[in-house]
């Protein structure tokens, strides 16, 4: 096993133990307990003194408690005299504020750059970037982790054939486009017109045959499905033959998921559990495991 402990955080039940079997690294649970006013209660159980710590979190639900809890996990193992002390993060929050709109609001990305500076090495999954393309200018302990090589498997193993990639903006484009080029297949980004965090208008940024394609809809996360929506509503026009909505991170908020699956095939990767994340991404989180 070496000198590497996985340790599995609350967010992290579902896949923890597989990103440790595919790293070869000793694998342990965080012990989480609560005092009767709440307050929280962690452990190690497990000796990680000279031990390269890796933490295992997803940072979805109540985000703010998890927050919590990763940080006394990564202060104790420094305490505990850990070598190094680093946080997989499968979904990484507060990142999509970047800039200032309106006077006196917070900077979130920049602020959670300083609570988690701590850290030797923060990897990410595919990171929420908007303005700010590189994770290291957000996050600077950050390395990012993508999930273009697994996404493009799983279509592989489904032996998904005639596919064309579509990007719901410019920002999907790197994932609608990466998938494509590995496939040896075509991809067209829409422009996006956002009206607020759950109206949205899309548009073809150019002309594209669809006829009788299956269509792979790919976008980093789906929340309250809007974009989505959209996007399905606009590609239906060119009269696809099927319709495959992908999320690296499907949050799937305010009943979205059930909205999806009327119009697509609907589909995330485990970054977040639920009832369609079947992409495994723990191999490519593995790999960073070193």
């Known amino acids: 096993m070496g000198n590497k402990i996985i340790i599995e955080c609350s967010g992290a039940t579902h896949i923890a ?34 031990k390269k710590v890796f933490l295992v979190q997803s940072f979805y639900g109540n985000i703010n408690e998890k927050i919590v809890e990763t940080l006394f996990a990564g202060y104790t193992a420094k305490d505990l005299g850990a070598k190094k002390v680093n946080l997989i993060a499968l979904h990484f929050p507060y990142l999509r504020k970047d800039k200032r709109f309106k006077p006196g609001e917070c ?7 300083k609570i988690f500076s701590f850290f030797d090495k923060v990897f990410i999954v595919d990171p929420h ?10 996050i600077k302990v950050g390395k990012r982790i993508s999930s273009v090589s697994a996404i493009a498997n799983y279509i592989k193993k489904k032996n998904i054939k005639n596919t064309f990639f579509i990007g719901p903006d410019i920002e999907s484009n790197q994932w609608a486009k990466g998938v494509a080029d590995l496939l040896g297949e075509k991809s067209a980004i829409l422009r996006k017109k956002r009206h607020s ?8 940024n150019r002309k594209v045959d669809l006829k009788d ?11 309250s499905g809007g974009t989505m929506l959209e996007t399905i509503k606009e590609v239906k026009k060119l009269k696809p033959k099927k319709i495959y909505c992908i999320a690296i991170h499907g949050i799937f908020s305010e009943n979205s998921l059930k909205k999806l699956k009327k119009q697509a095939v609907v589909v995330s990767t485990n ?6 994340s079947n992409i495994d991404i723990s191999m490519e989180v593995a790999k960073f495991l070193k």
């Open 17 to 50: 133990k597989k990103i440790a079997r595919s790293s070869k690294g000793e694998y342990s649970k965080l012990e989480l307990k609560r005092f009767p006013d709440k307050e929280m209660d962690i452990r190690f159980l497990k000796n990680v003194k000279r």
């Open 107 to 113: 900077i979130s990305s920049k602020e959670i750059n």
């Open 129 to 138: 970037l908007h303005r700010i393309k590189k994770i290291r200018k957000i």
């Open 197 to 204: 965090s759950r109206k949205v208008r899309v548009k073809f």
């Open 213 to 223: 394609k299956n269509v792979i809809i790919i976008d980093d996360i789906i929340s």
């Open 271 to 276: 970054t977040i559990p639920s009832r369609v």
